[in-house]
């Protein structure tokens, strides 16, 4: 039941800092937003999140309407990455999800692991959108 209570909290994500935030304590996934700033760029705009996985913790498959950078602080993670194979990444490798594309991540050590996300995205639209 996990997935539909975090993909549950993913559909109230909306476009403003707040909004971003609502994501903030999912069952298993926890988020702190760092950074939320508009860019020089004519409507975008750039969020730095701290992901928190639990042992095990899933975050079902979503895209972003623009770039992320996935930076594993701690733990293993792995990426599903739309049409490619999945990569596991460990503490201090990072990982390019181009815009739009769909993916997941899962906790798949022992014990807790952490990634930093950085986003570049469009404004005014939600951060996150799941995709089936």
């Given at each position: 039941?996990?997935?539909?209570?975090?993909?549950?909290?993913?559909?109230?994500?909306?476009?403003?800092?707040?909004?971003?935030?609502?994501?903030?304590?999912?069952?298993?996934?926890?988020?702190?937003?760092?950074?939320?700033?508009?860019?020089?760029?004519?409507?975008?705009?750039?969020?730095?999140?701290?992901?928190?996985?639990?042992?095990?913790?899933?975050?079902?498959?979503?895209?972003?309407?623009?770039?992320?950078?996935?930076?594993?602080l701690m733990g293993s993670l792995e990426y599903r990455l739309?049409?490619?194979?999945p990569v596991t990444l460990q503490a201090g490798e990072s990982?390019?999800?181009?815009?739009?594309?769909?993916?997941?991540?899962?906790?798949?050590?022992?014990?807790?692991?952490?990634?930093?996300?950085?986003?570049?995205?469009r404004k005014g639209e939600p951060l996150v959108q799941l995709?089936?």
């Open positions: 039941m996990q997935p539909i209570r975090i993909a549950a909290a993913l559909l109230v994500l909306g476009s403003t800092f707040a909004s971003h935030s609502a994501l903030a304590q999912s069952d298993g996934v926890q988020r702190t937003d760092l950074v939320h700033k508009n860019l020089s760029a004519n409507g975008y705009e750039t969020l730095q999140v701290r992901v928190d996985f639990d042992e095990k913790a899933f975050a079902p498959n979503h895209a972003h309407p623009g770039e992320e950078i996935a930076h594993v739309d049409g490619k194979p990982l390019f999800i181009p815009a739009g594309v769909a993916h997941s991540a899962r906790n798949v050590g022992s014990g807790k692991a952490s990634e930093l996300a950085t986003y570049v995205v995709v089936r």
